[in-house]
């Protein structure tokens, strides 16, 4: 690390010690102190609870999380950074390896309770409120956190009400790069080998943009209830299959008799 040596003679102005900070802050990963208050904030999105229950409600449907993965909301994520504490607490994320525990989690501090987060999503409130900051000093902005402190490869923000879906991920150099959807409006996201996209619909009377999952082949990974209504079209589907069939069987059964009463009758 680099130190500067400040004098009394030539002190370092402000804007020299927040490049200073942002060129090399002091990091250590270790886990939340115990007498930490967590901040109780009121949800900035009144959409962010369905958004983010939505998005677990496929992948769990889909059953493709393995068991040491975790998906959470609103959880706090920690690092020490320049020997202050600080926590963020992405709308969504998701983390391919945890070390599991039976404690139920108020927090997680990457590098000690597992993996870095693969992937974390923040969704648009009415008024923004630093889902684009990099400010390199305390508090630190949310995609300064994600980038340079987490080194988060794939930074999500999206906006409900517009349906605006913009994907960064971290190129060689360590920066957030902006990526291109595909023609159909979808990111393939690698850590989870499905696409994200955006769709406008309704959900528990809820009607605006959402997100969703698709898998390789282009099918919509679905939420519970479009599940058991596809099951129910499957099952009177098979339902009616079998009554035509039964029909059909009824019908030749009786061909057969009648055929068998004629040659009687002429015997």
């Known amino acids: 690390m680099t130190h500067a040596i400040v004098t009394q003679q030539s002190p370092l102005q402000p804007e020299v010690l927040k490049a200073i900070a942002k060129a090399n802050p002091e990091v250590v990963w270790e886990k939340l102190p115990a007498n930490f208050v967590l901040p109780d904030d009121p949800v900035e999105n009144i959409a ?6 939505a998005l677990n409600d496929s992948l769990e449907i889909a059953q493709i999380l393995p068991p040491e993965a975790m998906v959470a909301s609103n959880m706090a994520l920690v ?3 320049n020997r202050k504490t600080i926590v963020k607490a992405p709308d969504w994320f998701y983390i391919p390896k945890t070390h599991r525990t039976p404690i139920i989690r108020r927090s997680y501090s990457p590098h000690i309770d597992g993996e870095v987060p693969a992937i ?3 969704f648009l409130s ?3 409120t630093g889902e684009y900051s990099t400010r390199p000093t305390f508090p630190y902005g949310k995609m300064y956190f994600y980038e340079q402190i987490l080194q988060v490869p794939v930074y999500v923000i999206f906006d409900p009400e517009d349906g605006r879906l913009e994907i960064r991920q971290l190129n060689v150099s360590g920066q957030y790069e902006l990526k291109r959807l595909d023609e159909n409006g979808r990111y393939f996201v690698e850590s ?3 696409y994200l996209g955006t769709w406008h619909g309704t959900r528990l009377d809820q ?3 959402w997100l969703r999952w698709w898998n390789v082949n282009g099918e919509i990974l679905p939420w519970g ?3 058991v209504a596809q099951e129910q079209i499957l099952r009177a589907t098979a339902e009616q299959r079998a009554e035509v069939e039964k029909q059909r069987a009824d019908f030749a059964e009786q061909e057969i008799a009648r055929l068998k009463q004629l040659l009687a009758e002429k015997g």
């Open 48 to 53: 962010q609870p369905f958004l983010a229950a």
């Open 79 to 81: 690092a020490k950074i």
């Open 120 to 122: 974390v999503m923040e």
């Open 126 to 128: 009415e008024e923004e």
């Open 192 to 194: 989870l080998n499905l």
């Open 207 to 209: 009607t605006f943009h």
């Open 225 to 227: 209830a479009e599940r």
